[in-house]
């Protein structure tokens, strides 16, 4: 009888691991490997911009998907625009789904450095585009592709400043 409940346990303990190591393949898996089609609006004008709209200039596109009440968001936008030098050198597109009036605010508060630099633009999801393209599990999400748009880097959550300037300019 004890030997039965061991080897349950066993079992459990066995199903447990391959489903949490399945759902971490997963998450991997999903990301597209190459930027997917979308149609996102420019804060300051509200105009259409599209995947045919970005950089074509052979350096990495960084897409940084965040929320405005996301404190690890708020976190890593302050420590871009502290690090601009270091960023420079990429296209750097920030996503948000919220209205415009929380994206405007969020960028006063926390984005304040990248106002207005030539290489970052800020995007309005207002259709609710993005989770279904490119499949973010968490609040902030990057994705860093490749001038040939094909990814190079994915991570969400929070992330040391460091290795985020590192991974942004590999």
Known sequence: MKSNIHSCAANLIVAFVFC??????QKTNQVPKEIPEFTFYTVDKDAPFTRN????????????FFDPGCSHCQQEVLALGKNYNSIKNINLYM???????LINAFMSMYGGQLRNKKNVTLLHDKNYEFIGRF????YPATFVYGGDKKLKKYWDGEKKT?????ALNL
Not at 95 to 101: D, F, P
Not at 162 to 166: A, S, V
Request: net charge positive.
């Open 53 to 64: 709209n970005l950089a074509s200039n052979g350096k990495n596109i960084v897409i940084l």
């Open 95 to 101: 996503v948000a789904m919220q209205e415009k009036n």
């Open 135 to 138: 499949k973010p599990t968490q």
């Open 162 to 166: 460091e290795e985020i300037i590192k």
């Open 20 to 25: 949490f190591a399945s759902a971490c393949a």
